[in-house]
């Protein structure tokens, strides 16, 4: 029901700034919330930030005061802004969409997580 493409990865310099995007199409009225994770080798995937319908966020540890995400409901687009980038943050970037169930009139939603094919972040010394 939801389609999700990431883009804005690169390559960039330590300090430096990147800016994700990922473009939900489909039935995106059936999304409660959003968010981005990581993964890095040799590591599993973690969460680095997320945002719900009402606006709500939260942000791994690691990535506070210099991560922010953001949601432009009208272009159906989830942001994240990354600045003060470590080689720490290098890895695949992943947008998540959490879909709710809803079951009314001209609307049908059923409960799911949905992943898009991912975005690599290099973040060189």
């Known amino acids: 029901q939801v389609q999700l493409v990431e883009s804005g990865g690169g390559l960039v310099q330590a300090g430096g700034s990147l800016r994700l995007s990922c473009a939900a199409s489909g039935d995106t009225i059936c999304i409660y919330a959003m968010g981005w994770y990581r993964q890095a080798p040799g590591k599993e995937r973690e969460l680095v930030a997320a945002i719900t319908s009402g606006g709500s966020t939260n942000y791994a540890d690691s990535v506070k005061g210099r991560f922010a995400i953001s949601r432009d409901n009208a272009k159906n687009t989830l942001y994240l802004q990354m600045n003060s980038l470590k080689p720490e943050d290098t890895a695949v970037y992943y947008c998540?969409?959490?879909?709710?169930?809803?079951?009314?009139?001209?609307?049908?939603?059923?409960?799911?997580?949905?992943w898009g094919q991912g975005t690599q972040v290099t973040v060189s010394s």
């Open positions: 998540n969409a959490e879909a709710r169930p809803i079951n009314a009139v001209g609307v049908h939603c059923s409960a799911y997580d949905y």
